[in-house]
T-cell receptor
Framework: GQQLNQSPQSMFIQEGEDVSMNCTSSSIFNTWLWYKQEPGEGPVLLIALYKAGELTSNGRLTAQFGITRKDSFLNISASIPSDVGIYFCAGRTGGSYIPTFGRGTSLIVHP | SAVISQKPSRDICQRGTSLTIQCQVDSQVTMMFWYRQQPGQSLTLIATANQGSEATYESGFVIDKFPISRPNLTFSTLTVSNMSPEDSSIYLC????????????FGQGTRLTVV
């Protein structure tokens, strides 16, 4: 089946630093999604990307849909303590409403 | 987006017993799913809950262990049967509304510990 490789697995950064994480796939996706999960909560959708090359922002978050359609990255600028959580990438093919999830990137921000 | 309520939010259960988790959505949705998230792991799809018919299970999950009901377009239940410590996980309800062409939204999850 499809597999998503998400990296890094974890990040420990200082408040104010920029963060970058990425996701690669062995197969093509038509949709890339980025979710954030905070402790004790379910994943919350941050950004959805639908077109190869698309660059989309949501506040301090920016995500891009790779040209090859096999990768995506998420950047967080000027991190703050409330950015702490696990960030999941997910890919979806055109014929399915069910995303395939990466293993997540755990982000810890030190004040 | 739909508001999804899961109950209970957490529970500690004895091995050999069963727990039923409820998922209530504030609006009609076309698709409902159940995921398992083991400690420190990603989300694994258990099954698609089909209204008025048997759920569609993913490889490695069976109806006897994870019976699912979906009597209408706003409600579903997942039962974890004959529990063992290996069933300790977060169980998540997810919905998609194909009418509005939305992506998957999630409930807050049920944290289950089996002792």
């Amino acid at each position: 089946g499809q597999q998503l490789n998400q990296s890094p697995q974890s990040m420990f950064i200082q408040e104010g630093e920029d963060v970058s994480m990425n996701c690669t796939s062995s197969s093509i996706f038509n949709t890339w999604l980025w979710y954030k999960q905070e402790p004790g909560e379910g994943p919350v959708l941050l950004i959805a990307l639908y077109k190869a090359g698309e660059l989309t922002s949501n506040g301090r978050l920016t995500a891009q849909f790779g040209i090859t359609r096999k990768d995506s990255f998420l950047n967080i600028s000027a991190s703050i303590p409330s950015d702490v959580g696990i960030y999941f990438c997910a890919g979806r093919t055109g014929g399915s409403y069910i995303p395939t999830f990466g293993r997540g990137t755990s982000l810890i921000v030190h004040p | 987006s739909a508001v999804i309520s899961q109950k209970p939010s957490r529970d500690i259960c004895q091995r050999g017993t069963s727990l039923t988790i409820q998922c209530q959505v504030d609006s009609q949705v076309t698709m409902m799913f159940w995921y398992r998230q083991q400690p420190g792991q990603s989300l694994t799809l258990i099954a698609t809950a089909n209204q008025g018919s048997e759920a569609t299970y993913e490889s490695g999950f069976v109806i006897d262990k994870f019976p699912i009901s979906r009597p209408n377009l706003t409600f579903s239940t997942l039962t974890v049967s004959n529990m063992s410590p290996e069933d300790s996980s977060i169980y998540l309800c997810s919905v998609v509304n194909r009418v509005w062409d939305t992506e998957a939204f999630f409930g807050q999850g049920t944290r289950l510990t089996v002792v």
